[in-house]
């Protein structure tokens, strides 16, 4: 039996590397690809697919936001995350969304290509370090500080990523759909959480969280 995989990728290099690596598999085959969130939602109406790939990173909507749409198509739909962003800051917004399973990018090939058996399989994937930090925030074992960021809810984060790639407040309303009046809010509240005062130091946070993402 070949299970079908659908490939939700922005950067060119990354996805043709999934597609060689899922076709060589005599029992996986890649039946549709996408470079943003728009693109995969409108070809997901109509394409059959047993797993979808799904990075975070994504022009337009987020690949958070791209699993709760995929979800409202087909409730079961299982999607394994592959991305840049820290597991211990995206892994569980990605769970929460719907996803099945959270993989970083710097993983193995073989490690990429078991956690896609898996999340087919209707097993959930983490790594061993997510596990244990959820087993200990479960229990009260955690005693990490959360990353700054983690203060934000999904929507915020969203915000966040698109003025951090140096988008106007007119742009990031126009890409995400709301007005002007509610991304200045949003805004405004990320300043709050994050404690900055001034707008250059918003800016400049931005642009710092999305270049390096794992800090």
Request: net charge negative; proline share 3%.
């Amino acid at each position: 039996m070949t299970h079908r995989v659908f490939i939700v990728e922005d950067h060119p290099v990354m996805r043709e590397g999934y597609v060689s690596l899922i076709n060589a598999e005599p029992d996986l085959d890649v039946v549709g690809e996408a470079s943003s969130a728009e693109d995969a939602f409108d070809q997901a109406a109509d394409l059959e697919f047993d797993v979808a790939i799904v990075d975070l990173s994504l022009p337009g909507v987020n690949g958070v936001e791209l699993i709760k749409r995929l979800r409202s198509i087909d409730d079961d739909v299982k999607v394994l995350v592959v991305s840049a962003h820290d597991e211990a800051l995206y892994a569980e917004r990605a769970l929460r969304a719907g996803a099945r399973g959270y993989l970083m990018k710097h993983e193995s090939a073989k490690g990429f290509v078991e956690a896609v058996r898996q999340v087919i399989s209707g097993e959930l994937f983490l790594s061993d370090s997510l596990r244990t930090r959820f087993l200990n925030d479960r229990f009260g074992f955690g005693n990490d500080p959360a990353p700054t960021v983690s203060r934000l809810t999904d929507r915020e984060l969203e915000v966040f990523e698109h003025f951090g790639r140096g988008k106007s407040t007119r742009e990031v309303a126009e890409v995400m759909g709301l007005s002007l009046k509610t991304i200045e809010s949003h805004r405004t509240n990320i300043k709050q959480k994050l404690g900055i005062d001034r707008a250059a130091e918003f800016m400049q946070r931005a642009v710092l969280w999305v270049e390096a993402p794992l800090s």
